[in-house]
């Protein structure tokens, strides 16, 4: 949804999603997410009535929402999908981002996960279900592709833990090497989880 079309609460949990990215939970104050989304700061408070705690949550909800509908955008664009074909897909939009906007911004649900995972067990809760919606589709689209149902789940965590540990050593490196390397070397991996005639029919 492009920024004009949000109301003023959907883009306070945009903004505050993108400053938690960009910073951390710690260091994201609500005027700062106000003055992002272009939004009276007295809105905060009619649309949050929880307050930070609330806006942080539904960020992070966001993100795992986001992260999901992104999975089924790149298979559907894909002619013959594969594990492989779809963790270079995740990784490219890493990739393209640090290449033409910096390294400044992470992944959102990892950020609320490394400041609150210990101090606030609802953004805890929160993270973990947004890890779950993101891995949900993943492990869906392998099972199409040929990735026994018993294993699905596990190799989609596999892929979302390797991503979620490259985005990090890019970041530290101010260098995409670390995303294009796990895409190269991980690659045939997933391709191994394949077994034909698994679980799920072909797509094509």
Sequence with gaps: MASAERGPRERMVFSAAQLIRRDGVAATGLRDVAAHADAPRGSLRHYFPGGKEQLVNEAVEWAGRYAAGRVTRFVSAMAR???????????????????????????????????????????????????????????????????????????????????EGAILMARAERSVRPLQATARELGPHLDSYVVRGADGPPRR
């Design 81 to 163: 999908p594969t594990p492989a074909r779809l963790f270079e897909a995740m990784v490219r939009q890493w990739t393209d981002e640090f290449s033409s906007a910096g390294f400044a911004r992470g992944c959102p649900v990892a950020a609320a996960t490394a400041d609150c995972a210990d101090s606030v067990e609802s953004t805890r809760a929160t993270a973990a279900a947004a890890f779950a919606a993101w891995r949900s589709p993943i492990a869906r689209e392998l099972i199409v592709m040929g990735v026994p149902s018993r294993k699905a789940g596990a190799v989609a965590t596999l892929m979302i833990g390797a991503l």
